[in-house]
């Protein structure tokens, strides 16, 4: 399987991961060559980071593993935690998501790169070392020394992880393993880590395993794709063949769901339902239920993983009979068609932000000045997009709108009503603003209240607006965004997080709101998942003529569901225009810089 | 559009063993409260019946227990005493709990002034040493064991804001908050519809605790004089009672001592069990 007479460097058989009898993961197949860069790619739930800390020898308690993970021929799953440690850091290195907890608070940065040399004879004196943490830090592309006299929270979150990098590289492993490294980070920043973790990848000549639920990423710059589902894998093979031709239907649904960032579709193609967690799908496939193809013979057993030609296997059984209807959804996607938006129309704005500033208190009393001399327009029907990163004040913006922040200065007006400070406003002007404008949220876990029933929280919502409740209101509302009406006895902790965001979205769209501040609507979900909301989306803009004001990092997003964006930096709007031109020609540095980062595909990067 | 049953067994935990420990602390808290409920139905002898001829004697097979200097039959002293045991201590632990809520959600939700105000007359609940305090209170304004409950009320309502307070912060920024403040729904009916709900099981965590420390602190006052009348039996007055015939019939002492100790200490594993399981 891995070609030459030469041994492999990590070679995991059969591995398989289960909390007590319920399993997370099963019989895992991986190779890794020297300097070879793979990518585990999967959503939320798959089981991808517990593989990875299964390698690593570091799975939380109660969480066991079986099978082997042979190492350059030593057997990782059969060594005592004594001789595990001297294999971690100085052979297998580990780099985690969140920069911010990788780090332990109270040591100075350079503390954590001198603390992985101290065991080495070479670095025996103080003076030496501190000598090599300058050259690893370099290394990293940190030239500034005093970086390694600064304590973690006095640092950026980039630069955490560099540190976090050149800690995870100072013993010089043959194996990287790096758990989402850029998902935290602001996007700019995201391009900068894997542009450098490919680089020292590159240099030392070390295995990359790259853990990360971004295909786009995965593809840019890893060799081997290995597709992980509900704890099981579904395809394997090289990174270009399996972006040209998929042979899975769950990569292919992964493909097309992704929202290409070069051309605006008139709708994602999405995958229907959500994730299913693997002990449910132990005796089938774990994709049948989502599975437009899914047969009998899907739900009968868990289909092994097979060769399907040199060095790409796929665990669907009817890959064969399908496979053709597979090329010609994949060809139809990639010469698809770019449509042109419609503008919206110019009279009659909706709403009017002039010169808002916001500035807020902050530590010792320094001013934090979030929002500075911001003006935009909204016209009726229209889907603008705020672009920035954080601490950039897009949300801050966003909450000021709907009343949730009082600008320090500035005007708004929504419908012809002034709406800068809610406090201040007449009782029935505050109530037909609300109802003009509502706001979905970012984080699906926490929009909800976990103590209210689905339809206890859209009755409130109709209530609000001083509509009649009645249950079958409750029931169109969630048919609207397409959830049955069955789904108002269930309570939050039982939805995905994408049937959190739709109830989310019913539950604003119960006011009968003109226009939607969406502040990261789909950043929290799976990509599987983010195209049918954005589907959703779009869909309700064309039946209701809704506004949006879509707020988000990902211009992949934007270019999908907004006319006009806004490019935000630093509490300035540098940019505005028609997103077509913005990101097609974009003038200022920053939006520049903020295009280049979005990571291409394997193919564009080659042609 | 997806069947509502496919995510329901989304969320399920693993089955949870209740430690031995805690079942033993709910075993002797049963036996408290059937005594409390039951009373002379379950003693074997009248609390009160005073047998001056035989004074103290101890355990013997008559007396289980023995008896005290005035004759009366200890086991049964200490069956009734489980009633002042409990009422007391479960007034304190309901008074602290609704003054704790409401303060601590008001000055949470709230902020501001309000919070100010709350807050600092915490901090002076805090900054007084409180059994002293209780011990001015009742030895001045007398009433005994009531007045004792509501000094305890007062001095528990303290560190319980700033519980519920913190707890209230938590869930304030969260989105779901924002989305019913966008809404226009009302301040009341965010803080008892909204918050609440999700607030109470930190409480009632807590409350327990406080369950646990009103029982200790009602046995000593009663010990010292301060709370229940002369004569009615009661757990930390039969201590004081008994401390003279500690050596003719030590159980007198021991038993009582024992019931104060195990109550208190079964309800703060319970409390400590709960915390573990709802507050995280």
Not at chain 1, 274 to 292: E, I, T, W
Not at chain 1, 492 to 501: A, D, I, T, Y
Not at chain 2, 3 to 26: D, H, M, Y
Not at chain 2, 202 to 210: Q, R
Request: glycine letters at 8%; proline letters at 6%.
């Amino acid at each position: 399987m891995s070609g030459g007479q030469t041994r492999p460097l990590l070679n995991v058989e059969g591995l398989s991961i289960s909390h007590g009898v319920v399993p997370i993961a099963t019989s895992l197949n991986m190779v890794v060559e020297r300097g070879q860069t793979i990518a585990i790619v999967g959503e939320s739930g798959s089981g991808k980071s517990l593989t990875a800390r299964a390698i690593a020898g570091i799975l939380p308690r109660g969480i066991s593993a079986t099978g082997d993970v042979v190492l350059d021929g030593i057997s990782l799953m059969r060594l005592a935690e004594s001789e595990l440690r001297k294999i971690r850091g100085f052979r297998v290195s580990m780099v985690m998501q969140d920069p911010f907890t990788m780090l332990n608070p109270l040591m100075r940065s350079g503390d954590h790169i001198d603390e992985m040399l101290r065991g080495r004879p070479e670095f025996a004196s103080r003076a030496s070392r501190a000598a090599e943490v300058k050259r690893r830090l370099a290394e990293v592309g940190i030239a500034d020394e005093d970086i390694a006299r600064r304590m973690p929270f006095q640092l950026s979150g980039g630069m955490c992880q560099r540190i976090a990098l050149a800690a995870a590289l100072a013993r010089d492993p043959e194996l990287l393993i790096a758990d989402e490294p850029s998902t935290a980070l602001d996007v700019t920043t995201q391009a900068e880590i894997i542009t450098l973790l490919r680089r020292v990848q590159r240099e030392r000549h070390m295995s990359l395993i790259l853990i990360t639920h971004n295909l786009r990423l995965a593809f840019s710059i890893c060799q081997r794709i290995y597709v992980l589902y509900a704890g099981s894998l579904l395809e394997v093979g090289d990174a270009a063949a399996v972006e040209r031709q998929p042979f899975h239907p769950y990569t292919l649904g992964l493909l097309l769901s992704e929202p290409p960032a070069e051309v605006r579709v008139t709708r994602l193609v999405s995958i229907r339902g959500s994730v299913p967690r693997a002990a449910d799908v132990v005796d089938s496939c774990g994709f049948a239920d989502r599975c437009d193809w899914a047969k009998q013979i899907c739900h009968a057993g868990k289909p092994p993983m097979a060769p399907r030609n040199a060095s790409r296997f796929t665990a669907c059984i009817r890959q064969d009979e399908i496979q053709g209807e597979l090329d010609a959804l994949r060809t139809a996607a990639l010469s698809a068609a770019p449509i042109t938006p419609r503008r919206g129309e110019t009279e009659g704005e909706l709403v009017r932000v002039d010169a808002l500033v916001k500035t807020f208190v902050g530590r010792r009393g320094y001013p934090i000045r979030a929002v500075k001399d911001v003006s935009l327009r909204i016209m009726p029907g229209e889907s603008v997009g705020l672009v920035g990163e954080s601490g950039s004040g897009k949300t801050t913006i966003g909450r000021c709108l709907v009343g949730l922040e009082t600008p320090t200065a500035g005007d708004i007006c929504i419908d012809g009503i002034p709406a800068a400070d809610f406090g201040a406003m007449a009782k029935a002007d505050r109530a037909r603003v609300r109802r003009t404008i509502q706001m979905v949220f970012q984080d699906p876990y926490s929009t909800l209240n976990p103590r209210h029933r689905v339809g206890q929280a859209l009755e409130e919502a109709l209530g609000a607006s001083g509509s009649p409740v009645t249950p079958e209101r409750v029931a169109a509302l969630l048919i609207d965004v397409g959830l049955s009406a069955a789904y108002a006895t269930r309570r939050p902790s039982s939805l995905s997080g994408g049937e959190r965001q739709r109830v989310a979205i019913a539950r604003a769209l119960a006011v009968k709101p003109r226009i939607l501040v969406c502040d990261e609507p789909v950043s929290a979900l799976d990509v599987s998942v983010q195209a049918q909301v954005l589907n959703l989306f779009k869909r309700l803009q064309a039946e209701h003529g809704l506004s949006y004001l879509f707020i988000t990092h990902d211009l992949a997003v934007i270019r999908q569901i907004a006319e006009r964006i806004y490019v935000l930096y630093r509490g300035e709007i540098v940019e505005e225009g028609p997103t077509e031109r913005v990101i097609g020609t974009p003038q200022h540095p920053y939006t520049r810089r903020l295009i280049e980062s979005t990571p291409r595909s394997a193919s564009q990067c080659t042609t | 559009m997806s069947s509502p049953a496919s995510g329901e067994t989304r969320g399920t935990k693993l089955p949870w063993r209740i430690p031995i420990v805690i079942l033993i602390a709910a075993l002797i808290l049963t036996v408290v409260v059937v005594c409390a409920v039951l009373g002379d139905k379950v003693s074997p002898d009248s609390p009160f019946l005073q047998r001056l001829r035989i004074g103290d004697t101890p355990p013997s097979a008559t007396h289980i227990a023995g008896t005290d200097l005035l004759g009366r039959d200890i086991l049964s002293r200490v069956i009734y005493g489980a009633r002042t045991a409990l009422v007391g201590p479960v007034v304190v632990a309901a008074g602290a709990f609704a003054m704790a809520t409401l303060l601590g959600l008001v000055s949470g939700y709230l902020g501001g002034l309000v919070d100010s105000a709350i807050m600092r007359w915490v901090d002076f609940m805090f900054a007084l040493p409180g059994t002293l305090v209780a011990i001015v209170v009742v030895g001045v304004l007398g009433g005994g064991y009531w007045t004792a409950v509501v000094v305890l009320i007062v001095l528990f309502t303290g560190p319980d804001t700033r519980i519920v307070r913190s707890a209230v912060l938590e869930q304030r920024p969260l989105p779901y908050i924002d989305a019913a403040r966008t809404l226009g729904i009302s301040k009341t009916r965010i803080l008892f519809i909204h918050i609440l709900p999700n607030v109470l099981t930190i409480i009632l965590a807590y409350v327990v605790l406080d369950f646990a420390f009103a029982l200790v602190n009602l046995a000593g006052l009663s010990f010292l004089g301060l709370g229940v009348e002369p004569g009615a039996p009661d757990w930390g007055r039969m201590v004081f009672e008994n401390r003279n015939i500690l050596f003719s019939n030590p159980v007198a002492l021991l038993l009582p001592a024992a019931m104060i100790m195990l109550t208190a200490v079964s309800m703060n594993l319970i409390g400590d069990c709960l915390f573990e399981r709802l507050a995280k």
